[in-house]
């Protein structure tokens, strides 16, 4: 029997939602009622929108509590711990549990349930058993049949088959070789590497222990965003804990397979989520990419044969060797096998992370998990944001569109590393494409030409139209400088840049029509393009916009009506988001 | 907070960072990474004496240095704010957000520094907690959900 236990979920964003609050609070509850109960912390199981999530263990069953505040902990310890009753208003509903079960977690199987700062925790879920499974019975050539067999492919973004890189890797001749985790997740939208590195590092040093074994290599470097402190923090336990237990340093399971693991922080460029940038990077230099081949198989970091893949992809790899390819390609389609997690974020009910079957369509990601669009159902489904800054937005019209990568590649956006931010009518197509451009823009390298210049000249372009300054042409001229970027541009930051642009014209060119042509936007959100107006049936002189508004363009005594002015008005919305009676509206300014 | 490399404690502890590093390849970045940590920024002195101390032109070093978000040219306030302008915090009002923040800090605009050295204001691309957006990290600490009106309270807690 389990001892009772309370678990408090201390993920970035558990923490964010005031999680070490309700953590010491629980914590001074339980030594002031002197309680024989043990308070753990674990990482995110996903939840995000229900954060602080706090799970109660007794020998009667589990219990979570959702959305705990630290006023919520005397109750929770006087009425279910001493009392033995459960406050069922606080928990989470049938509604949040069926989301959990239509999920397959894989790359997720531990987060959310075991503390990430504990080894024992670790392994008795079966962790590093793998490891020693490989290093007991298996030959490295094994090792990466079964990788190809299971069907994995790089999750990372390319969906390179992930057996067949390391199959180039253990061929590769080399004195020396080395293994990679590139865990510098810069796609803006996606953080499902950020949670299983906080919420289960152990897996992933066994992914790369298993895939060093594989290659043969015995150096590994986990390179890591520095944006992403709490994460750095656990694997620097975990390496530690990994290092005493034996799994990391010489002889490891009593064979002559040894691993050195180092962590290197990158120092903030997206472009070295690219595999060439990132080993420029790790060698102290500019992170810009190179022509390709060689491939990093055959000359890598310092010229050695080295093999780099993303943190999701790693996380499966100790499920695959415990379960059996079989068992991982039994999932997913025919060309996608496996898993995949989502972040689901923006204008989103439930947002947070999901492991779904690939194949699963989008509809079911984001209406039957996701739980559709947030709030009061004012508001309608317009467009899903797939794949980043290097992807593309998908119209309501291909909803069911079933999530692999090449049914993905098809709509014109990508997998990616699975970032989905869900869009409703109150969000601008054209001003998407203008932040994504304003984004690659910035991070370009500025090796390529049409990269450095082209993605500039493609922002100024948007930055007109959204400013209602378009021209006749511009969305011709926007089309002639995608084609030549993508056709001329060394890596893939280069080459994918222009989705974002590609995706809107395809499924929203009316949007950008109304901006050229009628000085419109559809969507009232580009503020050159909109102004404020007050309804005079619904004011009724309460002020509050008044006190809210910046610049006093908002004037009018109490219970009279208020009245704007334009001329004053800086657009900044901030009444619209104080007046209860929805009396200020955006409407079109010219 | 000027220039506090001439302060010999520090002197020292460039001194030891460099020698960690010396002879070692790829230690530049870190080299970097951790005297930032002791300045809080790259000063020109320091990064000639970075130089100097791994045996690399200047001109290398100022191009690594310059080429990553992370590094710094001009002395930074005691809290840095990271508003965050990810795709999520984007249409969910991070412009709203950082814009009543550049009002709160007396017209602070993103890059700058207030006046009594208390606050840096900076826009950053992702922070990776999406699903809170929008989302503002101050030093260490992440505050997700944000409206305007919460803006204040939680520079609150700074000031």
Known sequence: ?590 | MGCRCSDSFNRNRLSAILSEYQGKSGGLIPVLQKAQNVYGYLSEDVMLKIADGLEIKPSVVYGVATFYTQFRFSPVGEHIIRACHGTACHVSGAENITRVMTDKLGGLEPGGTTADMKFTLDKVACLGCCSLAPVVMIDNDVYGRLNEARVEEILALYR
């Open chain 1, 1 to 590: 029997m389990q001892k009772a236990r309370i678990i408090v979920g201390l993920g970035s964003c558990g923490i964010a939602s005031g999680g070490k609050k309700v953590y010491e609070q629980l914590q001074q509850g339980i030594v002031s009622r002197g309680l024989d109960l043990a308070i753990e912390e674990t990482g995110c199981i996903g939840m995000c929108y229900n954060e602080v999530l706090v799970d109660v263990i007794l020998p009667a069953g589990k219990t979570t509590y959702k959305q705990v505040i630290p006023e919520m902990a005397d109750r929770i310890l006087d009425e279910h711990i001493v009392e033995g009753r459960i406050i069922s208003e606080w928990t989470i509903t049938q509604e949040d549990e069926v989301c959990l079960d239509r999920q397959q977690r894989i790359v997720l199987r531990n987060c959310g349930k075991i503390s990430p700062e504990s080894i024992d925790e670790y392994m008795e879920q079966g962790g590093y058993r793998a490891i020693e499974k490989v290093i007991k019975g298996m030959s490295p050539e094994m090792v990466v049949d079964e990788i190809t067999l299971s069907g994995l492919r790089g999750r990372g973004g390319a969906g390179f088959p992930t057996g067949v890189k390391w199959g180039f890797a253990n061929k590769s001749i080399g004195d020396k070789k080395y293994f990679i985790c590139n865990a510098d997740e810069g796609d803006p939208g996606a953080f499902m590497d950020r949670s299983v590195l906080e919420g289960d590092p152990h897996s992933i040093i066994e992914g790369m222990l298993i895939g060093g074994y594989a290659i043969g290599a015995n150096h590994g470097y986990i390179y890591v965003r520095a944006e992403y402190p709490l994460a750095i923090k656990r694997l620097k336990i975990a390496i530690e804990q990994a290092r005493t237990h034996g799994f990391i340093g010489q002889g490891i399971c009593g064979s002559d397979f040894s691993f050195e693991l180092e962590i290197k922080e990158g120092a903030g460029a997206f472009v070295c989520g690219e595999e060439t940038a990132l080993i420029a990077s790790i060698e102290g230099s500019r992170g810009m990419p190179r022509l390709r081949p060689p491939f990093p198989a055959i000359s890598g970091l310092y010229g050695k044969p080295t093999n780099i893949n993303n943190v999701e992809t790693l996380a499966n790899i100790p499920w695959i060797i415990l379960n059996g390819a079989d068992g991982y390609a039994s999932f997913g389609t025919e060309k996608s096998k496996g898993t995949k997690v989502f972040a689901l974020a923006g204008k989103i009910q439930r947002g947070g992370l999901v492991e779904v079957p690939m194949g699963m369509s989008l509809r079911e990601v984001i209406f039957d998990i996701g739980g559709g669009i947030a709030g009061t159902g004012k508001h309608e489904f317009k467009a899903v944001q797939l794949g980043g800054p290097s992807g593309g937005c998908i119209p309501s019209s291909l909803l069911d569109t079933p999530v692999d990568y090449d049914s993905i590649n098809q709509t014109g956006a990508i997998m990616g590393s699975g970032g989905m931010v869900v869009m409703d009518n109150t969000t601008c197509m054209v001003d998407i494409a203008r932040f994504f451009l304003n984004f690659t823009q910035n991070e370009s390298c500025g090796k390529c030409t049409f990269c450095r210049i082209g993605t500039r000249r493609m922002l100024e372009i948007l930055e007109r139209i959204v400013a209602g300054n378009g021209l006749e042409g511009d969305i011709e001229l926007l089309e002639d400088l995608a084609q030549n970027i993508r056709r001329t541009s060394l890596c893939g930051l280069g080459q994918t840049a222009p989705n974002p642009v590609l995706t809107t014209l395809k499924y929203f060119k009316s949007e950008y029509e109304s901006h050229i042509k009628q000085r419109r936007c559809p969507a009232k959100a580009c503020k050159e393009l909109i102004s404020f107006a007050i309804i005079d049936e619904r004011c009724k002189g309460c002020g509050l916009c008044i006190k809210v508004c910046p610049c006093g363009a908002i004037t009018g005594e109490k219970k009279k009506l208020h009245v704007l002015d334009v001329d004053k008005c800086v657009r900044c919305g901030q009444c619209v988001a104080k007046c209860k009676l929805e009396a200020i509206i955006k409407v079109d300014r010219w």
